[in-house]
């Protein structure tokens, strides 16, 4: 049985202009190996793939993975960012198979839930991996294997089949079906599995064009790990959609990045916001001016980061408010004024019809305000996998899809995250907006990364830790931060109790901050940090 999208909601988004009825990622590639063959698709490192050399690839893949499944089934992927993994969402797409996307990060546990979940057959791997060798692992998960060789040269098929895809008998994917499956970040719990379909994708690359006044000439930089949303729209879909050459990177290396914006001169960079911030550090006395846009998200944004990337890019600094499973509730444009595009999540966008519940009792509330937001419309994905009780969750029982966040709504539409509903420290009774806290302590000139998580109290409950990451050859203490943050005239409830230094602060698979694993390092008491 096809899983795809509401029938009377495709013919809808298809009508207005916002989906499209039978054009696929798969399509688009072949015709930009037919029209521009030599043309770099894909960068990594020292490595390339042509617009035909990614065509080639995916077919192979795609004979392979043919002969292994039936339409329908689930292919695990597991390979690090770079052509490859793209070529492999490509040819499972062409095989007419559901790409399990998983991140290359993921632990073991993980990988064997996601296979436990999703029920499937078949495993593409690199030879290598930090659980072992590729097939080997595969097979412990009881998979079958394609491996993919030569992941910093030339990839290939390891055995598989050379011969074009019309050799064997397939069944690609519609736009508006079942695509790929890509995990939760995983910063709480296991992870579920969003079932992503590509027009809803497509839907967001008109809302990026847009906001960013893009071009057909565009040089295109994403950090961003491409199973997930973020990275699936930045790496796998509007570069493809535009024709653009795409940078990418194996791990995240902000110096790397810096050497290839100025190399290849990149126009738009696309980057959760602690990853920004890092190439900004890297940046110092290097010329990144052929920057224009960047796109942004996944965390707050530090106004006074985002001013100076700016200032010394040129560009315009960007992002969407939304989730993996929702896509997209508001954005921010070049047109808009530097206070909203560092301060908003935007302006909501109409046809995602945003709503506002009471997070309490699910009451809806006016479109004003203060609330728990939710929508619905063409960037939704399909909801989770497999997992009734999640979708249950995520959802109203009128079926808006609901986020996390508490946002505020003003009358012109500019949409603002106040705090999330498990994102709240609770000192004395009183409700501290976590972002809320961390904007301010990111305002010190010390600091480059801050996270802020709730740490038990015997008295107050809790009270706010501030993990931080300073800037290279700076020190803060608390005492420091609570006269910085006194002259800024911060509230005073809003002062952490303590300031724990980090060489690093832990990522998520997703690219973020880790705040579970900060959450755990809270509960065992401050005294006892590394």
Sequence with gaps: MTISADPTDVDTYVAAGWWEATLTISELVATHARDRPDH????????????????????????????????????LVWLPDGGAVHAAYLGCERAGAVTMGIGWRAGRRELTHLVERTGAIV??????????????????????????????????????????????????????????????????????????????????HQLAVGAGALGDDEVWMSVVPAPFGFGLWTAHVTPTLLGSPCIVQSRFDAEAAVTAIEEHGVTVLCAVSSQFVMVLDAAEGRDISSLQTVFTGGEAISPSRAAELETQAGCRVLNFYGSNETGVLSGTTVDDPPERRYTTGGRVVAEMAVR??????????????????ACRGPALALGYWDDDDANAALATDDGWFLMGDLVRIEPEGWLTVVGRTSDIVIRGGKNISAVA??????????????????????????????????????????????????????????????????????MSSGGKVAKSELRALAAKGVDAQP
């Design 40 to 75: 770099v698709a894909y960068r990594w490192g020292a490595a390339s793939l042509t617009w035909r050399d990614y065509h080639d690839l995916a077919d192979a893949i795609a004979a392979t993975v043919a002969a292994a499944t039936s339409p329908g089934d689930r292919v």
């Design 356 to 373: 506002l519940y009471d997070p309490d009792t699910g009451e809806r509330l006016a479109d004003h305000g203060e609330g728990q937001p």
């Design 123 to 204: 495993a593409i791997v690199p030879p290598d991996t930090a659980h072992g060798p590729g097939p080997e692992v595969a097979a412990s998960l009881g998979l079958d294997v394609i491996v993919i060789d030569d992941l910093d040269g030339s990839p290939t098929v390891a055995g598989g089949h050379t011969g074009p895809i019309d050799q064997v008998a397939t069944q690609g994917i519609g736009p508006s079906e079942l695509w790929l499956l890509n995990s939760t970040s995983g910063t709480t719990g296991l992870p579920k599995c969003v079932m992503q379909t590509q027009n809803r994708w497509f839907y967001f």
């Design 437 to 506: 806290v961390e904007e301010e302590v990111a305002t010190h000139p010390s600091v480059a990364l801050v996270a802020v998580v709730g740490a038990p109290h015997p008295r107050l409950g809790e009270t706010a830790v501030a993990y931080v990451k300073l800037r290279p050859g700076q020190s803060l203490t608390l005492d420091g931060l609570k006269d910085h943050l006194r002259d800024r005239g911060v509230t005073i409830d809003w002062w952490p109790e303590a300031v724990v230094v980090m060489d690093e602060l832990p």
